[in-house]
Each structure stands twice: as structure tokens, then as C-alpha cells.
């Protein structure tokens, strides 16, 4: 155990920009990560604004309706494909993995570089896009509209073909990362669990994506060549589509989830100083999900037209996949028994994700159920749905584990005081905002609606209104963020008294991560037996 | 790191690799030979059979998986797993789809760039 | 164990590994996930075929008779020899054969040119007839979704043929540092790696063949 | 929004979850709503109580040290206890929900087919003896309807939050909508799958009548509007054709251009000609609207041909001509 803060660590290592943009260290790259990532958050969550800012009222206000349809393919493909999706694996999960798994680096570094500037990449396709005309489809790009319209739908798909690439390769390096870079003593079911997580997300990644990209080349060639697969002017099938789409983001919803479920059990064991309950069942349900999470695309399907044999079929692999989730909720509930529970922030966001992802579930139990989910497909039922499983489910958590990991990863401490005040502003506003939609939803308002019949008008303000609560919440934090990085106290090397294996090294660890390769010899959450 | 110290690879007989050279060789004369003769629909079976022996051929000796790790097999057969329920989910819907109405027919004639050769077209100038 | 054929140059086992042993099974099984990745891009093509020939099996019929079978045998078998000759020189390196490796490998560059070379005649042709996808389509034809055929078509094996171009690249790139003295038999993951990647080409295009030039 | 139709409120009738019920659905659907809804309220309720209880007992403050003991830390019966009910009962929501799904796809023999048309943006409905209308579909009353659907362009959904019904319409294929009205009155259709700058716009109203007024109705269609003078009925067709979607009558642009002051202005085409709109240019426009696409506006209007009478036409452009 290493106390005393050693005066060199991978922030200060090396310096000047080219250590940074030609660096290898999976730390170095996972904070470039996270600077990429909160950028395209910020400009997401901006387009967001915008929108619920117009569907103040009915009819025109700031945009017309085409700007209106740009702006929300924008702000969902932005979200899906530049935050959400690398959120957790790409920044923290590249920062704590080999952390946790007592590695010296993930297995290909240059791979990990190389994924990030894919990663890039894709990021100025999206945006050349956005300054080329948006492509106005929905970031579901459905066939034949996206075929036909005339907006930049190309470089926008493109975009997101590359961004596949970056995905599958940090999927594809984590795999192999835990298969073979374990140290002595690192057993399967001595894995922390959001390593277990991260795995199960890998698996996903790197099976799913692949058929996202070629969905894309045949929706490109379709637009420069006539292939004509998708295109029902030609003979082709539009429902194919679909399903060659949700083949990928339906597992995609699970890429982002899943992640968080790691994160939350690293916290709610370390926050309340106790064992988590139930390790098997967790980091097996996380498998579990990520297999059956690839059965289950057809229940966004229900009223397209696809077979009814199909929609029965999925609708039942659907409620299967809800029992895993459901396990992870009750084990964690139970490792706060008789535990010595921490209430800093990290724990509040657990509590948050608790709560929502509750909301978000049992939602989607509804969604599921055949005849309910023909009143409510395509209505802000869904959008409130699919809102209270990724930003209150995978942004939340998200937001727990950089609280978490933030003192490791820049070895500063936060203003406890300032992050419960975010804290509450971001509660109350995000169920200001989408709570709101639920009630609009069953009501009957359909989607990516622009206008809307007036009798929405109050529900819609409301909502709008919310959004500014929740932007405050986010401004708030991103402040006392930056400011800790100047004005923060130097963190210890385990400030919550964890057990896992990135707390027994400084903070912020050194370029090898551990001076000496750590043997394991206990469960990662050990935290009966005496620490030293 | 020394040169003596490299790991214990098996090193694949020469022999072996002419045995499947030749093997795919003659299975690439026989499906050839098979399209020629029409079976009808079995023609697909033959020829999708004749392609998966010599692709297990390609997979188990020239890329070695008969000598590899026991996992590098797994994860490329469950790829070929995945693959197969793709397949099948996607079909569970192809297949069954509607009932299709009679009317069906006059809905939307589609955009055909395709030339109609209609017989005695060539004889008409 | 044979001593190498040309002066080598020793390989450095990167920092974060530990042994030379785990550096390589590392980097082997993340190619084999990277063909995982591979092996779903084509397949979900292959579906798309699926559908495609379920939906028309009379335009399946007409279609293929368009293409030439010939071609597309004499390719098949061209693939099948490079992907023996890639394995050969794999298993030249590890016997420390390194002047024979660099002989088959020239070899395998050889057979994939050759390969894009018909494939070339091959689309000439089409291009000439006008059997192209729907937007470039002139053909005459019976069915009126002949056009749907050669969308696939274009699209399935224009993508091989861009992995057998990567292949050729990969291939010289081999050459390169064979010629160096990289490779030797305590050290050829990037051999083996480019040859894994070659007999996935080889594999596509085995089951490419007979769906699209032999039954109709 | 100017729709002239007075529907009935979505948010002000039924309950706090849903609108009115007008359909057989509805009651199974919100039933099943109801089940899952109380059912997730008390699951929720304990998961929240527990947590809060933990919370507070075992805050760090009063407990500071955790309870590590090995039986608190894995416990195979408990697990079980939360794995194999909510599955028994997710099993059961299944089997309920899938009953009345086949019940929903599956449409009774002696079903009225009705077919729809869904075009950018509006819907258009033809009746067993030819009658066609535009943006509104009336129906009767306790009889079963089915709709035959397709699209003439791209995705669609026909949905009636009333009925609780909803399905994509495709354009090459047909798909099918069955339901059986229980309720007099008019209802909202909405479109619900994306489908462009007219998206949100793409309504209809479904109005249910008793039998003997269906028939009435059915009966005099196609003659109707007679009586009255040919501007007032064009400014009646303006919103039950749908001409409001694209087009407004107070100088503002939407997706095609404002007819105020349409009536006698010079037109400029993309492609470079122009022309003074008089009687027979608006009546082009309505039948071919690609053959002169005015600069600045794309090429989206659907084609009228055989939708709208010759008295239907004269009566529009006499609406025009009073638009000023």
C-alpha cells in the first residue's frame, strides 16, 4: 500500500501536446475520452434545448419544421452514437479496467489510440453533416424516407459507420484485455463486476456492431446506386431494414446499460463498505443479458408489419431479459442490509439510478406486452421510456462512477456541497422534463411531432421548462468539476476505502499503474477481513 | 528476448496442407459439376453442403483452428452462432409474413429499370 | 531448429506484457475477434441474399445465367491455391525459412492479382451489358427485379474484392519486413495474422461462388 | 392548429392515463395497463422504502461499521425468491398481452373493408361502392371495420388513441387495422411514423355514426356539397382535403406556397419558365402539381387526379381567387 502520493504519475510523466495526442497509456487515453465525450454531450444536450424550447407551443416558434426534424436527428444520433454508446466504455472503462484488473495497459495500445481517433473522425463526419444540410431521418434512418429525402443523410450514416469501427475495436481490445492480461491470483469470479460488465458490453460490441456498418453501406449504396434492398420502389423490403437495424440497436440499448449496472455495483459495495450481495448472480446476469439482449430487436416491430409468429417470439424473449435486470436491482437493494452506508455523491446518483431505472423498467415491462405496446409504440411514451433508461439509467450511473473514479483519475476531491446541490437539480429537473412525456404519451402524442393539437400545450410546457432545470443541474457541475481540477484538494489514494484494485495505487496512479504487479488473493470486495 | 525462447508452436506438416489443398480442390470440381445437372431446390442444399465442407476444410486446417486454443474456437464458431439466429429471427418474419391479400398485386407497380425481353422483340425491325 | 535464412532482428516483447507466449495468443484471439466482426458484416449480407432469394427465386433463375460460371470457377480455385501458398509460407517462417516464406508469399500477391484481374473482365462485362444496380440498370431482362440481383451482387463481391486489395497491401507490407528480417520462427504473429485474414477472404468467396454462379 | 373538426379531447376525457375508450380494445388494452401499473407501484414502492429504511438505519454516522458476516452476502433462496416469481408473473403479462394481440391482428369475417391511403401528408379513405373522402373516414357505430392499408411513398402509421389501435402502412404492400367502434363521436388519427416536414400535420378524424346515418351518408357522398355556393364549399375542401396541411391563407410559407394572393400572380418554375396563375394553372397544379414546381419549394405534392370532382376543382379555385 502505497500512501504517500509520489510526485510523478501519468498526468505529469511527460508533457507538451504530442505526449498527449501520441500517447499510448490507456489512462491518458481514457481522459481524452471523456473530454471528447462531455463535448458532444454538451452539443447534444444543446439540439435537446432547442427542441423542447420550440415545443413550448403549438406551431412555429424559433424553427421551421425541417430545421425542427434536423435538429432532433441531431440531437438523437449525437446522443446514441458520440456519447452514449462510448460514455462508459470508451472513458471509464479504458481509465479503470486495467486499473481493476491489475494490468499494465489494455492488450493493444495502439489499437485503444487508434480507436479514439476513429473515434474522432466520425465526430466531424457528424458534424460536417450537421453544417451540410442535417440529414432530417431520425437517427433510426428508416428506409425508404432515408433513401429519398435530400438532406445530407450520407455523411451523417457515414459517420456513425465509423463510429462503429471505434466501438468494436475498445469492445474487441477489452475482450482480450481480460481474457489474458489477468495477474496471478485474478480468477474469473474474482473479476470486479464492472470488469464482468465491461465484458458482457465487449461481447455485444463486438458481435452487433459489424451489422450496424453494413446496414449503413447498404443504406449509402442505396442512395448512390439503387441496390435496392430497402427501397420498396424497387422490390425491396423497408421492414428488412428494421430488422437489419434493431439487430444492432436493440443489443446497442444493452452496450449502454450495461456498463452502467458495472458501475453501479462497484459503488453500492464500496459506498456502503460492505460485500456485494449476490456476485455470481450479478456478473452472470450481465452475460445473460448480453445474449439475450440479441433476441429480442423485434419487439420495436410490433405494428410495422412484421409477421405476428415474430412479434409473439420476441415479445417473449423480451420479458425474459427483464429478469436478469430485475435481479441486479434486488441484490443491490440487499447489500445496503447492515452495511455502513457513505452518502457522498456517488451513493446519490445510486440512489437516482435505483429510482429511475425502476421507472425505466417497469415501463418497459408495458412496452413489451403485445396488445399495450400498439397504443403506446411511437407515442412520448416511448420517448420517456427509452429518456428514463439512458439518462436516468446509463448518465446517471455515469455520472456516479466519474464522482467515483474522479479523484483517481485527476487526483483532485470535488465539492461535496456542490455536487448534492447538481445532484437535486438534475433530479428535479429530469422528472420535470420526462415524467411529463408519460402522461403525454398514453394520452395519445405521437412523436417527433413538431406541431401538435392543443390540448398537449400544458403538459409540453411543463416538460420544456424541466429541461432548464436539468440544464442548470449539468452547468453546475460542469463548474465545480473544472474548478477541482485547479482548486481541489489532493485526493488520497482511496478516499471511499474500497477494496477493488485501482484504489491500492496512487491517486492519480503512475504511467505503469502499479509499481509492483499486484497478486490477488481474495474476492475483489473483501471488506470483512482486515485492510492494510 | 532470446531467439531460443520462442513458444512451443506445433508446426503444421507440409503434407497436411497439400492433403486439404487437394481436397478443396476436387470439392470445387464436383460442385461445379453438380450445378451443371438441375436437381431443382436440391441444387441449393448440394451446393451450400459442398460450401460448408470445404469452408470447415479452410477453418480447421489452413487457419489452424484444430490446433488452436480451445477458445479462439468457441468465439469464431459463435460467431457463425449469432450469425445463424440473425438468420433465423429475421426469417421467422420473412417467412410467415401476412397472409398476403390478393389485391396485393395492383398496390404499387415498382420502378423497374429492367428492359422487358419480351420473344420476337429482336424480330420486330 | 533450423537457423534462420537471413540476418533477424530480434522482437522486443512490449512493456505490458509479460512473456513473448502471451503476447502472441493475445494478439491471435483479438484477430479471431476481429474476424467474429467480419464474419457478421458478410453474413448479414448473406442474409440479405437469403431474403432477396426467397422473395424472387425465378429472378435468381434468369440471373445467374448472366454471370459467367467459368470465371467464377477459375477464381475459386485461383483463391483456394493462395490460401495454401499463404499457409506455406506461415509455416516457412516457423521453420525458419525465410527466403522460401518471402517465394510464397510473392506468390499469394500474384494469385490475388490474378483474382481481381478476371474479376475485372468479369464486371467489364456487366458494366458493358448495363447489368449494374438500379440507378445505373440498362439490361434487358425477363424479370422486372433483375435489377435487384446485381445490387447484391455489386455489393457483395465489389466488399471482397476491397478485402482481396487490403489482402495484396497486407501481403507486400509482409514482404517488406520479411525482407528485413522481422520474422522468424520465435517471432511471426503479423504472418500469421495477414494468413488468418487471407483464408477468411478465401472463405467468403467460398460460399460467394455457388450462391450467386451456380444455383440459380 | 386549424382544424376545423371539433374532436374530442384526448386529455380531457378518460382517465388520468388515457383518453375515452371507443373501441372493444380499449378496455383489455388499459386494463393490462392497470395490472402493470399498480403491480410496478407496489414492487417500486417496497424497493424505495427498503432502500430509504437502509439508508437511514445504516447510514455511515449511526453504523460505522458494515456487517460483513458471510450469510449476509449470498443467500441462494432469497435470490431465487426474486428470480422465479417475477418471472411467473412476466409469463402471465405475456400470455394476456399476446391473446389480445391476436385478437387485435385477426379480423372477424363479415368485417366492412374500408381501404386507406396514406400519402404525404394526408389520408385518404375509399368505401365498399367507390366513395372516396379525404381526411376524414366515417364509420358506423358496433360494426366491425377493417382497414386495408397502403402507402404511396413512404412510411406511415394509422392510429386511433381512442381505439388503441395502430399499424405501420407500407408502401408496396397492404397491411390491416381491425376494430369495432362502441362510441359515437369523432375521434383523432394521428400519423405516427415519421415521414417528413408534414409529419406532425398528417392528421384525420374518424367519425363514428349510427348505422342508418352511415348509410345515409354513403349514400349521398359524392353529391355532397351541392347546395352549397362554390367558394364556401371550396373553403370546406381547403381543410377536409387537406390543402391546409401544406398551404396557408395568411401569406405565410409552410411546406408549399401561401394562396393568399395566388389568384392572378406571376409564378416562376424551377426550371427557369414562369407563368401568370389563372384557372387553368391552379387547376394543373392540382391534378399534375410536378409539371410546374413554383422556385424554392421541392417537388412533394401528391397528385389529386381522381380524388377531387370537377365541381370539387372549380370550387377550390374559386376559393383561391377569394383569398387575397
Redesign the interface.
Known sequence: MTDTASTTNYLNSTTGWRSWLFTLDHKRIGLMYLLFIAISFGLGGFFALALRLELIN??KLLF???QY?QMFTLHGAIMTFLFIIPSIPASLGNFILPLQLG???????R?NLASLYIYVLGAIFCVYSMVAGAA???WTF?T??SS???TSVISMTMGAFILGFSS?FTG??F??TI???RPPGMTWFRLPLFVWSLYATAIIQ??????L???I??LV?ER??????F??????????FQ??FW?YSHPAVYIMILPAMGIMSEVVSAM??????????IALSSLAIAIIS??V??HH????????????????LT?LV??PS??K???W??T????????RAPFLYF?AF??MF??GG?TG??L?????D??L???YFVVAHFHYVMVGGTTIAFLSGLHYWWPKMIGKMYSEFWAFVAWLFIMVGFNMTFFTQF?LG???????????????QP?HAFSTSGTWVLAIGFLIMAFYLIDSIMNGKPAPANPWGATTLEWQTDSPPIT?NFHDTPVVTTDPYE??VAKS | MSQESHHDHFIVPTSVYVGALGALLILTVITVAIAQINFGSFNLIVALLVAIIKASVVMFVFMGLWWDDA?NRFAFLS?LL?LF??FL??F???????FRSPLESEI?P???PVRPAVVGEKSSH | MNAPDVPIQTHQV????ATAK?EF???K??MW??L???????G??F??YG??RW??PEMFVEAHRILSWKMGAFNTLVLIVSSFTIVMAVQSIQRNRQRLAQRYLGITAALAGVFLVVKYFEYMDKIHHGF??????SGVGVS??L??FF??Y??MTG?HGLHVLIGIGLIVWLMKRNRQGHFYSGFFTPVEMVGLYWHFVDLVWIFLFPLFYLVG | ?DNKIIHE????T?N????SQAST?AA??DG??NF??YG?II??LG??V??IY??WK???SV???????EN????TW??LS??IP??IL??G??VV??K??????IAPQQATQIKVVGKKWFWAFEYPNGTKTLGELVVPVNTPIQLLMSSD???H?F?I??F?????V????Y?KLWFEPTKKGNY?I????????????MLASIRVVSMPEYEKWLATQGSGGDDLPLDELGEKLYTSKACVTCHSIDGSAK?GPTWKGLFGAKRAFVDGSSAVADENYIKESILIPGKHVVVGY?PVMPAYQGLLSDREIDALIEYIKKVK
Not at chain 1, 494490468?103 to 495500445?109: E, I, L
Not at chain 4, 449476509?72 to 443467500?75: A, C, K, R, V, Y
Request: hydrophobic letters at 50%; one cysteine or more.
Open positions: 403549438p406551431g421551421t419544421a425541417k426534424n494490468a499494465k495497459d489494455v492488450a493493444f495500445p489499437l432530417d431521418t431520425g428508416y425508404p424516407y429519398t429525402t435530400d468494436i474487441l481490445n475482450i482480450v481474457h489474458k492480461l463486438v458481435l452487433a456492431t459489424p451489422v456498418g453494413i446496414t453501406v447498404l449504396l448512390v446506386l439503387g441496390v435496392g434492398i427501397d420498396p420502389a424497387l422490390g425491396g423490403d423497408p421492414i428488412l430488422h437489419f439487430f456502503a463498505s460492505k460485500k456485494i450481495f449476490g456476485y455470481r448472480l440479441f433476441l430487436w423485434g416491430l410490433f405494428v410495422s408489419g412484421q409477421s405476428d409468429y415474430a412479434a409473439v417470439i420476441f415479445s417473449f420479458y427483464s429478469i430485475a435481479i436491482i434486488f441484490n437493494v440487499s445496503l442490509y447492515r452495511g455502513s452506508i457513505d452518502l440512489a435505483l429510482f425502476c421507472v417497469f415491462v408495458m413489451a406486452s403485445l396488445s399495450l400498439v397504443h409504440h411511437d407515442t402522461l398514453s394520452k395519445g402524442m405521437p412523436r417527433r411531432y413538431y406541431n401538435y393539437l392543443d390540448q398537449f403538459l505503469e471488506y470483512g | 477458445f460467431s449469432f439466429l440473425f429471427f429475421t421467422a418474419d420473412v417467412w410467415f409474413r401476412d404499387l415498382i420502378k423497374s | 512490449a512493456h505490458h506484457f502471451q495468443d493475445s494478439a484471439f483479438g475477434l476481429f467474429v466482426t467480419e464474419v457478421l458484416f458478410f448479414a449480407l442474409v440479405a431474403f432477396l422473395r424472387y449494374l444496380p438500379a440507378k445505373f440498370f422486372e427485379h435489377h435487384l445490387g447484391i455489386f455489393t466488399l | 392548429m379531447s384526448l386529455i380531457a378518460g388520468t392515463w388515457f383518453p380494445f383489455s388494452v393490462m395497463f402493470i401499473y410496478s414492487i417500486s424497493i424505495l427498503a432502500t437502509f439508508i445504516y447510514r455511515k453504523h460505522a461499521k458494515a456487517d460483513n458476516h449476509l452476502t449470498h443467500n432469497l435470490e426474486w428470480t417475477p418471472l412476466v409469463m403479462i405475456f398481452s399476446f389480445d394481440y391476436l385478437h387485435m391482428a411513398d413512404v412510411l402509421s392510429y388513441p381512442n388503441r389501435v395502430k399499424r405501420d407500407i408502401p408496396n404492400r397491411t383523432q394521428f400519423c405516427t411514423e415519421y415521414c417528413g416536414d408534414g409529419h406532425s400535420d411546406v421541392g
